[in-house]
């Protein structure tokens, strides 16, 4: 059965809420969480859709992840990866330019291009190891931030641990395929093959 965005927003949503629940049980001080899927921007007509913003804050820091969500249909009908890096690095640019979205300050901030599960996408990222490589070294906010991430990863809705592909220096030594299985082990087992594929495109 195909993944769909709808089924893995929701999935991210609902463990978002189960781990706000522990943080507000376990910590003193108030923590406050703001979800909000199809996050829309516009910044003097530039106009986009972030697929989910998520905001945990406590005492007015902010840790914030904004997802970009690919299933494999939406895959299908890009005409490649950079089409997808565009729309990914247009809202990372533009979504805090919007007055309605501005931020003084954010303690934590991380831009997620997240893949749904499926042969045909992870076959897609291992073509395109190069392109989405580049995506997570690049800061294209002017948000002023403490901490900031750009993640490439695959998230199952059964499980969303992700398996991030880029971040860190792969070698021989420490292959991302050992990555995979320690980040999501039944994500890493169905697909093992092709993390694999992907482990030995990224030491090329």
Known sequence: MTVTEDDLTNAI????????ETLTADESGSWELTICPEA???YYGTRGVADLFID?????ESWITIYELKSESAVRGATGANEI??????????FFKDESNEREYV??????LCFTPSRYTLEHVSDNVDIYRSVSDQVLTDVNFERWGTDVTMRSPDDVRPIQFFGTDWSEARPFEHHAEIANEELFEEYENLFRKISNRLLD
Not at 85 to 94: D, I, L, P
Not at 107 to 112: I, V, Y
Request: positive net charge; hydrophobic residues 20%.
């Open 85 to 94: 890096v565009r729309q990914f690095n247009k809202m990372r640019r533009h």
């Open 40 to 42: 829309h921007y516009n």
């Open 56 to 60: 945990e804050t406590y005492s007015g």
């Open 13 to 20: 949503i609902k463990s978002n809420r189960e781990y706000h």
């Open 107 to 112: 303690k934590d901030l991380r831009f997620e």
